[in-house]
């Protein structure tokens, strides 16, 4: 308790306080529902490339078994949630805002649920960090509040890096949401010793325990759970959206801003959520790969609104009816929050690694869009937006595609919160214009990163072509000069004959000259040639 009193905490710039709704999600313990009939995985659940498929049609899968393995450095497994068969392999509906479709790979239960072979490691301080990270990446661990970047990747410092602390995020500062707080209530203890795993493959110097002081039973225990863990704390944030936010939670904690250009292990810091460390918990103290998550079910279609530990790949229709839903009464099915979530085109898409919350909103709840107004220069979204941007000027730009003025006014520190479009008088929906702003840009960017890879393709053929060409009469020039072997010997055997005629010829006329001499009375000259040979015989 003491602990979380004494530390300071900083204010950030802006922030909403929107209705939270999230009374009535925590009012049951987190439930576990029925398995489903039809698992339905996604290949690409994470940030990064998608997993490879290593299973094949008709193959019985075990609980626990990869289905897929990571296909690069930024990628992670999947693996099957529970035992049965794959029926099938292909494109299936995924929730995602396009509402497309994408690979996945569909399981159907036998209603056994049986463990492939598996175990804990037996003392991970004695791991190495790297060890470790390859232990949490072959259980196919993300960042499970939502982004989905794969765990181990950020328990990589690097080299030069210390991380000097280490933030445990447990604000969940979106209103609706309380998977995060539930699992606190419920599993500190595990969540503890979770972050106490990522503090050791870090090198931590401390690490911080942050929630919203909206949520006490959660700050509570945590703090029971921790106590006698030297190095790390537990502090009450005050309830201020979007204080979640990674760079924002660091400023609150320590003071310290992460530059714009650059992330927070840049300064020292890494932010983990609640629920990733209880799976790297599960991962290194019982063998077990990321398979359910804690998941909100709430909205006023569903009369019993909780907390449900799902299945990856449940479908979403599943548990939204074992929550006495009705989804015939679903106006808006909500993937995340309502500030950053993003809408759903059907009920019956598959919950996935990144899914928190599903908001099952009827007409009543979720007021359609009000009529876009003119901007008034009113300056609400400034004052409100907490990465100090100008939304109004960044709307302006946007709404004209002048990217590059947007990016000269910061358009990436955006980090699309919601909370400028929250507060405009106007109803002008600022962080829709950003989040397509944004697309732009990097559309842009790989045009032009193509062109520039097209040219540098260019460029070598045709070097590579003028070196060839430039070998090619090296050779020429090289073959003119040199002798062929066949050849000299012809020749040599030839030039070989030839002097032996001539000194024969010479001979004969020395014979004759001797003669003429010796019949004449003068001195003889030399009678032998030379021995001929195979160029001097000359
Ligand atoms: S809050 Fe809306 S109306 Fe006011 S300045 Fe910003 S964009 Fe314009
Ligand atoms: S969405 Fe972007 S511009 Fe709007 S308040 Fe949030 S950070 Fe600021």
């Given at each position: 308790?003491?602990?979380?009193?004494?530390?300071?905490?900083?204010?950030?710039?802006?922030?909403?306080?929107?209705?939270?709704?999230?009374?009535?999600?925590?009012?049951?313990?987190?439930?576990?529902?029925?398995?489903?009939?039809?698992?339905?995985?996604?290949?690409?659940?994470?940030?990064?490339?998608p997993a490879d498929i290593v299973v094949k049609v008709g193959d019985h899968v075990l609980k626990g078994q990869a289905v897929a393995h990571a296909s690069g450095y930024v990628s992670a497994p999947v693996h099957a949630p529970t035992?049965?068969?794959?029926?099938?392999?292909?494109?299936?509906?995924?929730?995602?805002?396009?509402?497309?479709?994408?690979?996945?790979?569909?399981?159907?239960?036998?209603?056994?649920?049986?463990?492939?072979?598996?175990?804990?490691?037996?003392?991970?301080?004695?791991?190495?960090?790297?060890?470790?990270?390859?232990?949490?990446?072959?259980?196919?661990?993300?960042?499970?509040?939502?982004?989905?970047?794969?765990?181990?990747?950020?328990?990589?410092?690097?080299?030069?890096?210390?991380?000097?602390?280490?933030?445990?995020?447990?604000?969940?500062?979106?209103?609706?949401?309380?998977?995060?707080?539930?699992?606190?209530?419920?599993?500190?203890?595990?969540?503890?010793?979770?972050?106490?795993?990522?503090?050791?493959?870090?090198?931590?110097?401390?690490?911080?325990?942050?929630?919203?002081?909206?949520?006490?039973?959660?700050?509570?225990?945590?703090?029971?759970?921790?106590?006698?863990?030297?190095?790390?704390?537990?502090?009450?944030?005050?309830?201020?959206?979007?204080?979640?936010?990674?760079?924002?939670?660091?400023?609150?904690?320590?003071?310290?801003?992460?530059?714009?250009?650059?992330?927070?292990?840049?300064?020292?810091?890494?932010?983990?959520?609640?629920?990733?460390?209880?799976?790297?918990?599960?991962?290194?103290?019982?063998?077990?790969?990321?398979?359910?998550?804690?998941?909100?079910?709430?909205?006023?279609?569903?009369?019993?609104?909780?907390?449900?530990?799902?299945?990856?790949?449940?479908?979403?229709?599943?548990?939204?009816?074992?929550?006495?839903?009705?989804?015939?009464?679903?106006?808006?099915?909500?993937?995340?929050?309502?500030?950053?979530?993003?809408?759903?085109?059907?009920?019956?898409?598959?919950i996935i690694k990144t899914t928190n919350c599903i908001i099952a909103a009827t007409a009543a709840e979720l007021q359609p869009p009000r009529p876009v107004m003119p901007c008034i220069r009113c300056g609400a979204c400034s004052d409100?937006?907490?990465?100090?941007?100008?939304?109004?000027?960044?709307?302006?730009?946007?709404?004209?595609?002048?990217?590059?003025?947007?990016?000269?006014?910061?358009?990436?520190?955006?980090?699309?919160?919601?909370?400028?479009?929250?507060?405009?008088?106007?109803?002008?929906?600022?962080?829709?214009?950003?989040?397509?702003?944004?697309?732009?840009?990097?559309?842009?960017?790989?045009?032009?990163?193509?062109?520039?890879?097209?040219?540098?393709?260019?460029?070598?053929?045709?070097?590579?072509?003028?070196?060839?060409?430039?070998?090619?009469?090296?050779?020429?020039?090289?073959?003119?000069?040199?002798?062929?072997?066949?050849?000299?010997?012809?020749?040599?055997?030839?030039?070989?004959?030839?002097?032996?005629?001539?000194?024969?010829?010479?001979?004969?006329?020395?014979?004759?000259?001797?003669?003429?001499?010796?019949?004449?009375?003068?001195p003889r000259p030399p009678t032998e040639p030379a021995e001929p040979r195979n160029g001097d015989a000359e």
């Amino acid at each position: 308790m003491m602990q979380a009193i004494r530390r300071r905490l900083w204010a950030f710039h802006g922030g909403v306080h929107p209705v939270q709704h999230k009374h009535v999600s925590t009012e049951r313990p987190i439930q576990r529902p029925r398995l489903p009939r039809r698992i339905v995985l996604p290949l690409h659940q994470h940030i990064g490339e998608p997993a490879d498929i290593v299973v094949k049609v008709g193959d019985h899968v075990l609980k626990g078994q990869a289905v897929a393995h990571a296909s690069g450095y930024v990628s992670a497994p999947v693996h099957a949630p529970t035992s049965g068969t794959v029926v099938e392999i292909g494109e299936a509906p995924i929730p995602h805002p396009s509402g497309l479709t994408a690979p996945c790979i569909v399981i159907e239960p036998d209603g056994e649920d049986r463990w492939i072979e598996h175990g804990p490691v037996e003392n991970y301080r004695e791991l190495a960090p790297s060890a470790l990270r390859n232990i949490i990446r072959e259980a196919g661990i993300v960042g499970l509040g939502g982004a989905g970047f794969p765990t181990y990747i950020k328990l990589n410092p690097g080299h030069a890096k210390a991380i000097d602390t280490l933030i445990l995020n447990g604000v969940e500062c979106e209103p609706y949401i309380t998977c995060d707080d539930m699992l606190m209530r419920e599993r500190a203890a595990e969540i503890v010793s979770g972050l106490e795993i990522v503090a050791h493959a870090l090198q931590a110097r401390e690490s911080v325990i942050a929630i919203e002081d909206n949520k006490p039973e959660a700050f509570h225990a945590m703090q029971e759970a921790c106590k006698d863990i030297p190095d790390m704390s537990v502090v009450q944030v005050p309830t201020m959206y979007p204080s979640g936010d990674s760079k924002l939670l660091a400023k609150i904690v320590t003071g310290k801003e992460v530059p714009s250009d650059k992330l927070s292990i840049h300064i020292g810091l890494t932010c983990v959520n609640v629920g990733t460390v209880y799976a790297v918990h599960r991962a290194i103290h019982h063998g077990e790969p990321l398979l359910s998550r804690i998941v909100t079910v709430t909205g006023k279609a569903v009369d019993q609104a909780c907390n449900v530990e799902a299945l990856i790949g449940t479908p979403m229709d599943e548990l939204i009816r074992q929550c006495d839903g009705n989804v015939s009464r679903i106006e808006r099915l909500i993937m995340g929050g309502p500030m950053m979530g993003f809408a759903l085109h059907r009920a019956d898409l598959p919950i996935i690694k990144t899914t928190n919350c599903i908001i099952a909103a009827t007409a009543a709840e979720l007021q359609p869009p009000r009529p876009v107004m003119p901007c008034i220069r009113c300056g609400a979204c400034s004052d409100a937006c907490p990465a100090n941007l100008l939304p109004q000027q960044l709307y302006w730009f946007a709404k004209t595609k002048d990217v590059e003025k947007a990016q000269e006014y910061n358009l990436f520190d955006c980090i699309e919160c919601g909370a400028c479009s929250y507060v405009c008088p106007s109803n002008i929906p600022l962080v829709q214009y950003f989040r397509y702003a944004k697309g732009d840009v990097w559309t842009r960017e790989r045009e032009k990163e193509k062109s520039e890879i097209a040219r540098r393709r260019h460029e070598s053929r045709q070097k590579r072509l003028e070196r060839e060409k430039a070998e090619r009469e090296a050779k020429r020039q090289q073959k003119k000069s040199a002798v062929d072997p066949a050849a000299m010997a012809e020749k040599g055997q030839s030039e070989a004959a030839a002097a032996m005629q001539r000194a024969e010829a010479r001979r004969d006329a020395a014979l004759r000259e001797a003669e003429k001499h010796r019949t004449e009375g003068r001195p003889r000259p030399p009678t032998e040639p030379a021995e001929p040979r195979n160029g001097d015989a000359e």
